[in-house]
């Protein structure tokens, strides 16, 4: 029996092997003749791999900042219906630029997008009756003399093509209309006034729907039905979203632009991922045994298919993204680490290695359910308010943390059973844990907040220092102070992610002295777009002096203007207020599911710490502040918070096991019992991150550094400040521990 048993394990365990591959051979080549795999069929973002760039002009002469700043804001949040990457920035005082990632056929972009104009919803009056079908009919120009308007787009919260059933059952295309609150009340008594009659809705001037009103709307959600295809509902719902904005935009000018980063980017990175994954693999093998041999193969699964689902999904992947698949990554490794860690306990205890097993997997499942459901909570809370990279972050990490929940809880597990029952079942294989010297960590914590208390001070007298010189607390780069823009004719093309790129990269950061520059190709011309932090008239002049003598670039043929930041000052604000929420939405989870708002509370404030932390970093070492900022901070938020919650879950077991234990006995014992997985965690994101650093092309170096520190940062402050704040929190010096309920 248990040679056949044998037999069996190996047959699944080999074909797991061939799924795996067979998988892996799809990601990277295809399945079917000329196809291309999932993993280079990827959308990815501007800055990998460019994309279409519409220019718009207000048709207000001296339109006012603030609706200048309103409309893009707006726009911005529209043109994320094509892709949660697109970028929306102003030029100058009256334009404003769009660019959209993975679409190359700007006619397409702009027959879909259209101009985005106004939009309005109007009810007839009793004068109005005998015209309304003639002016829909013929969809002639919209007289609203006869209307009552009944609200306008910015009442309109999203407009999105949807399903619905017909009276037979049949399946149909519909517009879904989500209202705002204001928007809510005044269509619910439109519609109560006009049951029976049509609404219509105006764009620019021409009715483009006029729904029939069936009954009362109050709550918000309706929906407008007509004979569409998806392309007329989704042309419909586009100009309806589009309308939202304060300003007319009329379309002055659109190319195609490369990318900024380029495919060596892209090269070096997937090229980086691999060698960090290969280090980790064997780092698991050779820490871990059978089980760590087990999670390499999970591992592995799980890679292909995050690539198959990026691909599925047709998520758009940039830097951003990228850090949300390090992250769920680093956390696929954790969730190993855990249940590994637990099964050398329980063998440790004496129990036989298949009842080890079960147990360390049992054991695990509270901290990574509420390492991963917290960090879930996070993305979630993201994804919905936050716009442009938040999002894309977002999307690309709860995808992760759910897949690498799947694969530390199902499929190491299988692997790892069948490895068991293939007759690798002795302790030797396994591991023992080793009981270490217990360190107080409670009774020397004031010395692990001295050293964070002096790089704090440091940081904020060389933020001072920085101010006082004119250089900024902070090195804030394009994606956040705009800057100067240059479109260049040359003689001949350039590929910006070319060797002669790189050249005219360097001779124009030396001409304007500052690393801050993103060149990109403009398609089917030898334009480079040129753009960098705002320039004064001598350094515009010397660069335009350099270009000409160096390149033979006609001076009088290059144009430029001020653009804004793409992150602007409302993304910035959504971005603050999305971590807000997100932090006192992972407070009331922590505080639910642990029954102690003390450790909600001290996990928050150990975040705060890692996230002044890695600010004193950007302080310190001048690292540009951009776009990839923001996903930084975000990934060391939710790194940092899954390795408190692990010490926190150990806390609170602990307290059932030694009630009759002090408080700070049973911290103590807590962070010495979950140290080597606070450390092996750490290294390994850190191996996969520093090899990313090394590899990479100089903005991802920037990206990475942070990255790195936050490391560093979040295993501090879990090992040395979480569970001691606790501790401090609950107030209970030299006291017994509380029983708590079994």
Same mark, same amino acid.
């Given at each position: 029996?248990?040679?056949?048993?044998?037999?069996?394990?190996?047959?699944?365990?080999?074909?797991?092997?061939? &799924?795996?591959?067979?998988?892996?051979?799809?990601?990277?080549?295809?399945? +079917?003749?000329?196809?291309?795999?999932?993993?280079?069929?990827?959308?990815?973002?501007?800055?990998?791999?460019?994309?279409?760039?519409?220019?718009?002009?207000?048709?207000?002469?001296?339109?006012?900042?603030?609706?200048?700043?309103?409309? =893009?804001?707006?726009?911005?949040?529209?043109?994320? !219906?094509?892709?949660?990457?697109?970028?929306?920035?102003?030029?100058?005082?009256?334009?404003?630029?769009?660019?959209?990632?993975?679409?190359?056929?700007?006619?397409?972009?702009?027959?879909?997008?259209?101009?985005?104009?106004?939009?309005?919803?109007?009810?007839?009056?009793?004068?109005?009756?005998?015209?309304?079908?003639? @002016?829909?009919?013929?969809?002639?120009?919209?007289?609203?003399?006869?209307?009552?308007?009944?609200?306008?787009?910015?009442?309109?919260?999203?407009?999105?093509?949807?399903?619905?059933?017909?009276?037979?059952?049949?399946?149909?295309?519909?517009?879904?209309?989500?209202?705002?609150?204001?928007?809510?009340?005044?269509?619910?008594?439109?519609?109560?006034?006009?049951?029976?009659?049509?609404?219509?809705?105006?764009?620019?001037?021409?009715?483009?729907?006029?729904?029939?009103?069936?009954?009362?709307?109050?709550?918000?959600?309706?929906?407008?039905?007509?004979?569409? *295809?998806?392309?007329?509902?989704?042309?419909?719902?586009?100009?309806?979203?589009?309308?939202?904005?304060?300003?007319?935009?009329?379309?002055?000018?659109?190319?195609?632009?490369?990318?900024?980063?380029?495919?060596?980017?892209?090269?070096?990175?997937?090229?980086?991922? !691999?060698?960090?994954?290969?280090?980790?693999?064997?780092?698991?093998?050779?820490?871990?045994?059978?089980?760590?041999?087990?999670? $390499?193969? !999970?591992?592995?699964?799980?890679?292909?298919?995050?690539?198959?689902?990026?691909?599925?999904?047709?998520? %758009?992947?940039?830097?951003?993204?990228?850090?949300?698949?390090?992250?769920?990554?680093?956390?696929?490794?954790? $969730?190993?680490?855990?249940?590994?860690?637990?099964?050398?306990?329980?063998?440790?205890?004496?129990?036989? #290695?298949?009842?080890?097993?079960?147990?360390?997997?049992?054991?695990?499942?509270?901290?990574?359910?509420?390492?991963? @459901?917290? %960090?879930?909570?996070?993305?979630?809370?993201?994804?919905?308010?936050?716009?442009?990279?938040?999002?894309?972050?977002?999307?690309?990490?709860?995808?992760?943390?759910?897949?690498?929940?799947?694969? $530390?809880?199902?499929?190491?597990?299988?692997?790892?059973?069948?490895?068991?029952?293939? +007759?690798?079942?002795?302790?030797?294989?396994?591991?023992?844990?080793?009981?270490?010297?217990?360190?107080?960590?409670?009774?020397?914590?004031?010395?692990?907040?001295?050293?964070?208390?002096?790089?704090?001070?440091? +940081? #904020?007298?060389?933020?001072?220092?920085?101010?006082?010189? +004119?250089?900024?607390?902070?090195?804030?780069?394009?994606?956040? *102070?705009?800057?100067?823009?240059?479109?260049?004719?040359?003689?001949?093309?350039?590929?910006? %992610?070319?060797?002669?790129?790189?050249?005219?990269?360097?001779?124009?950061?030396?001409?304007?002295?500052?690393?801050?520059?993103?060149?990109?190709?403009?398609?089917?011309?030898?334009?480079?777009?040129?753009?960098?932090? =705002?320039?004064?008239? %001598?350094?515009?002049?010397?660069?335009?002096?350099?270009?000409?003598?160096?390149?033979?670039?006609?001076?009088?043929?290059?144009?430029?203007?001020?653009?804004?930041?793409?992150?602007?000052?409302?993304?910035?604000?959504?971005?603050?207020?999305?971590?807000? @929420?997100?932090?006192?939405?992972?407070?009331?989870?922590?505080?639910?599911?642990?029954?102690?708002?003390?450790?909600?509370?001290?996990?928050?404030?150990?975040?705060?710490?890692? &996230?002044?932390?890695?600010?004193?970093?950007?302080?310190?070492?001048?690292?540009?502040?951009?776009?990839?900022?923001?996903?930084?901070?975000?990934?060391?938020?939710?790194?940092?918070?899954? !390795?408190?919650?692990?010490?926190?879950?150990?806390?609170?077991?602990?307290?059932?096991?030694?009630? *009759?234990?002090?408080?700070?006995?049973?911290?103590?014992?807590?962070?010495?019992?979950?140290?080597?997985?606070?450390?092996?965690?750490?290294? *390994?994101?850190?191996?996969?991150?520093?090899?990313?650093?090394?590899?990479?092309?100089?903005?991802?170096?920037?990206?990475?550094?942070?990255?790195?520190?936050?490391?560093?940062?979040?295993?501090?402050?879990?090992?040395?400040?979480?569970?001691?704040?606790?501790? @401090?929190?609950?107030?209970?010096?030299?006291?017994?521990?509380?029983?708590?309920?079994?």
């Amino acid at each position: 029996m248990k040679k056949k048993r044998k037999w069996k394990s190996l047959l699944a365990l080999l074909l797991i092997v061939i &799924v795996i591959g067979a998988c892996g051979y799809v990601a990277m080549f295809g399945a +079917g003749h000329g196809a291309q795999g999932s993993a280079k069929n990827i959308t990815l973002g501007l800055d990998l791999a460019g994309g279409v760039s519409i220019t718009y002009q207000a048709d207000e002469e001296n339109p006012s900042a603030e609706d200048m700043s309103d409309t =893009t804001y707006k726009l911005q949040r529209r043109v994320e !219906a094509y892709s949660t990457e697109a970028e929306v920035y102003q030029e100058g005082s009256n334009r404003i630029s769009v660019e959209i990632p993975g679409y190359y056929d700007s006619e397409q972009v702009l027959s879909e997008l259209g101009n985005p104009g106004t939009v309005e919803f109007y009810e007839p009056t009793d004068d109005a009756a005998a015209e309304d079908q003639i @002016i829909f009919s013929l969809g002639g120009e919209f007289d609203s003399e006869n209307y009552n308007l009944v609200m306008d787009g910015n009442d309109v919260a999203d407009a999105q093509v949807a399903t619905e059933q017909d009276s037979y059952g049949n399946s149909q295309y519909v517009v879904a209309l989500t209202l705002t609150e204001e928007g809510t009340q005044k269509f619910a008594e439109a519609t109560e006034r006009n049951v029976g009659n049509p609404i219509y809705i105006v764009y620019d001037g021409e009715v483009i729907s006029a729904p029939t009103v069936n009954e009362t709307i109050s709550d918000g959600q309706c929906s407008i039905q007509g004979n569409f *295809t998806y392309d007329t509902a989704n042309s419909l719902a586009t100009s309806i979203r589009l309308g939202a904005l304060k300003l007319n935009l009329t379309e002055i000018q659109s190319s195609v632009v490369g990318a900024r980063l380029g495919e060596e980017a892209v090269t070096t990175s997937l090229m980086a991922g !691999a060698v960090g994954l290969a280090i980790i693999m064997v780092f698991m093998i050779v820490i871990y045994r059978i089980p760590g041999l087990a999670s $390499a193969i !999970a591992l592995l699964f799980y890679v292909i298919i995050m690539l198959l689902l990026l691909n599925g999904l047709d998520v %758009t992947l940039t830097l951003p993204g990228i850090a949300g698949i390090i992250l769920s990554i680093g956390m696929a490794v954790d $969730a190993n680490v855990i249940i590994f860690t637990r099964i050398k306990e329980e063998i440790s205890a004496g129990k036989s #290695v298949r009842n080890a097993i079960q147990a360390g997997f049992h054991k695990a499942l509270s901290a990574i359910l509420d390492g991963n @459901i917290t %960090t879930l909570i996070a993305a979630a809370v993201l994804y919905l308010m936050g716009s442009g990279s938040i999002r894309g972050f977002a999307t690309t990490l709860a995808l992760g943390v759910v897949l690498s929940m799947f694969t $530390a809880l199902a499929v190491t597990r299988l692997i790892l059973l069948l490895f068991y029952n293939m +007759g690798l079942d002795q302790e030797k294989y396994y591991g023992k844990d080793a009981r270490l010297k217990t360190f107080k960590f409670v009774a020397n914590k004031k010395y692990f907040y001295i050293l964070p208390a002096v790089i704090l001070i440091a +940081g #904020v007298i060389c933020m001072g220092i920085n101010h006082t010189n +004119g250089n900024g607390i902070l090195n804030y780069g394009l994606d956040f *102070t705009g800057g100067t823009s240059m479109t260049v004719p040359f003689n001949e093309e350039i590929q910006v %992610t070319s060797d002669a790129g790189s050249q005219l990269l360097e001779a124009i950061t030396d001409t304007v002295g500052s690393g801050d520059v993103q060149l990109q190709n403009v398609q089917g011309s030898n334009d480079i777009v040129i753009k960098t932090q =705002t320039l004064d008239q %001598t350094t515009r002049e010397n660069l335009r002096t350099m270009l000409a003598e160096q390149y033979g670039v006609d001076e009088t043929a290059i144009t430029e203007t001020n653009v804004s930041g793409v992150v602007s000052d409302e993304m910035q604000r959504d971005a603050v207020i999305s971590v807000v @929420i997100a932090g006192i939405c992972m407070l009331i989870y922590i505080w639910i599911r642990f029954k102690d708002i003390t450790f909600g509370a001290s996990a928050v404030l150990a975040l705060l710490h890692d &996230v002044l932390m890695v600010l004193m970093v950007y302080a310190f070492v001048r690292i540009p502040v951009g776009n990839t900022f923001i996903a930084c901070m975000l990934t060391i938020v939710g790194y940092s918070i899954n !390795a408190t919650i692990v010490i926190f879950d150990r806390i609170r077991e602990n307290r059932r096991l030694m009630s *009759t234990e002090s408080l700070e006995s049973i911290v103590d014992a807590s962070i010495n019992q979950t140290l080597t997985r606070s450390i092996n965690t750490s290294l *390994t994101t850190f191996i996969s991150i520093c090899v990313l650093y090394i590899m990479g092309v100089t903005s991802i170096r920037e990206f990475a550094l942070p990255l790195m520190a936050g490391i560093i940062c979040g295993a501090y402050s879990s090992i040395s400040i979480s569970g001691t704040l606790w501790y @401090i929190m609950r107030g209970r010096t030299g006291e017994k521990s509380v029983k708590v309920q079994k």
